[in-house]
């Protein structure tokens, strides 16, 4: 049929069926614009909006790569309370680490949830075993602070030991003369160090599947950056 039809294109001079014309999400990032083209008979907007937090291109966020720090606090997100300097030592700390942790367990949620086409599940995979990771160390900063026993830092994940790979830096941990001291040194190097651990194991994010995606759905994608009062403007 479709032979007999370009036949005819042909034969009476018609002119080709125009191609559809591509669609275009636009996801805001930090330093400006997401943008995707896609063709809206293989795809749909709804669809490609569900997939595109997979994208190794957000940060910050627009990722669901990590979960967001306990110390994080957004002005004007009637989720927190006041946010002040954001230290650990505010008096509403408490509160705005457990609005962290709730979203970061909800993102988890979310990612395992998502129906992805075959070229994402090596990309769903990894998402959700970084993000899970960040997850627990936010968790276990946080009962740290509650409980100031060195022990929670040592807990296994996984394959990692921080209690013998980060034997260094609990070492200090516990020498520090006060707990702010402590909490401190549990915020930045403690983390750092079992984060760096674990990255090593997990490996960079799987661009290749990524790219058979775009491929396989006829999907382009493009950064725009923005000057930074562009980017306040939105």
Known sequence: MRALMLALVVLLGLPPAAAAE???LIVPTLLG???????????????LRAL???????????SLAVAPRLERCVVGDSAYLD???RSV???TFLWNARVNLERGRDALTHVRGLRVPAELEPVSTWLQRSLAFSLWLE??????????????LRRRYEDLDPGRECA?????????????AQFDMVVLPWHNCANAQFRRRLGDYPMAAWLR???AWRITERLVEMLPKEVERR
């Open 22 to 24: 591509p669609q275009r």
């Open 139 to 152: 968790e276990t900063k946080l009962e740290f602070f509650r409980t100031a026993d060195v022990g929670v």
């Open 83 to 85: 946010c002040g300097n």
């Open 33 to 47: 614009e997401y943008h995707l083209l896609f063709d809206d008979r293989r795809v749909t907007e709804a669809q």
């Open 168 to 180: 260094a830096v609990l070492g200090e941990v516990a020498r520090a003369t006060s707990a702010d």
């Open 89 to 91: 030592r505010s008096h």
């Open 213 to 215: 995606f775009l491929s």
């Open 52 to 62: 595109v937090v997979l994208s190794p291109h957000l940060a910050g966020w627009t």
